[in-house]
């Protein structure tokens, strides 16, 4: 039994990492932490998790830390883990971080998007977790950079087509819609109810910190330079994720070429459904999973593509893919923890 531990477990990400690792078969949840909460018992915190899981919040110690686990998830805001995770390395452990600190190859990139980075030596050794893209490479890896919810939603559908050569890498659009889960547990006007119920609204667009992210990965994947336009918008609801992404297919191909070229590439994966032309995907089917639901179509008219994406924000989005990453990197099953019934509404 590995002993794991948390830092920063009261956000939203950190609370679903609670939940699932406390119900994960191979792994015991020893410590969590919380800046603001030490000293609070989590249920105080989550009344839902009352007589379930009976920890309390400590302040971080890394001596405690590094006693307690052998495997540490990050889930902090960031800038925060890149001082953190080089002394949790340095002493052995294995670390997820769910920031975008460890996300980035390219140095420049990162700090163009965020800050100066305290820790680039580190960045090198550091793997990109989208699980079903890098596998071979999280399992050797000490620490994973967790990706962000819009980059894993519009990646997974697009990395195979644009690896395979099968579309236009400069005709790449992403439309996608969030629930207010996404901006995270503290306080923002943006995210008060009355800012949100009845509305619809874009946010940040063409200027949203996960483009670069994408960018970066799609780049890798068509082997050229490429930049997708990327539109994200706010929607009523607590989570749940749903990408449209549009782009040009080659010169002729074909609606089964690209079934084709997906299901091989996600053959064995078990997050990933591909769905078949008689429905589309939804968030309401995925919620509370660490499902990925991809479906598209093939626009006979303008031969464009449609692809659809969609996830939980809070699990294949950001918890249930880290503990995923946590799999990898121990040589458990990939599924361990990870496939509780899905909410059937």
């Given amino acids: ?89 340095a002493r052995g452990k294995k670390v997820i971080d769910l920031s975008a600190d460890f996300r980035f190859r390219e140095l420049a990139r990162y700090e163009a998007a965020y800050q100066p980075h305290s820790a680039p030596e580190l960045l090198a050794a550091a793997v990109y977790g989208l699980c079903e893209v890098n596998a071979e490479q999280i399992a050797a890896a000490r620490i994973v950079g967790n990706p962000g919810c819009y980059p894993t939603s519009i990646l997974l559908p697009l990395v195979p087509l644009l690896a395979g050569g099968l579309l236009d890498p400069q005709t790449l659009v992403a439309d996608a819609k969030s629930g207010v889960s996404g901006a995270g547990r503290g306080l923002s006007l943006t995210a008060h109810f009355c800012e949100v119920a009845e509305s619809f609204k874009a946010y940040k667009v063409a200027v949203h910190r ?116 946590m799999n990898l990197m121990l040589g458990l099953a990939e599924t361990a923890g990870l496939m509780a019934a899905p909410y059937p509404l």
């Fill in 210 to 325: 996960h483009n670069p992210e994408m960018d970066e990965v799609l780049s890798r994947a068509a082997a050229q330079p490429v930049h997708l336009t990327f539109v994200p918008h706010l929607l009523p609801m607590s989570r749940g994720m749903l990408s449209t992404i549009y782009a040009l297919p080659r010169e002729g191909v074909q609606a089964g070429e690209i079934r084709a070229c997906l299901e091989d590439f996600y053959a064995g994966r078990p997050f990933v459904r591909l769905l078949d032309d008689s429905r589309l995907p939804d968030t309401r089917n995925v919620r509370g999973t660490n499902f990925c639901d991809i479906g598209f179509r093939l626009d006979p008219h303008n031969r464009r593509l449609i692809l659809m994406g969609a996830i939980d924000n809070l699990v294949k989005g950001a918890a249930g893919q880290a503990v995923q990453n």
């Fill in 1 to 89: 039994m590995t002993r794991v531990g948390v830092i920063g477990a009261t956000g939203y990400a950190g609370a679903e990492l609670v939940r699932i690792l406390w119900g994960h078969p191979d792994v015991e949840l020893t410590v969590i932490t919380s800046r603001q909460y030490a000293g609070v018992c989590f249920d105080a915190l989550y009344p839902a998790m009352a007589g379930v899981v009976p920890l309390t919040c400590e302040a971080y110690d890394p001596e405690r830390i590094c006693a307690q686990a052998e495997v540490v998830f990050t889930a902090l805001p960031h800038k925060l883990p890149m001082g953190i995770v080089p002394e949790l390395v």
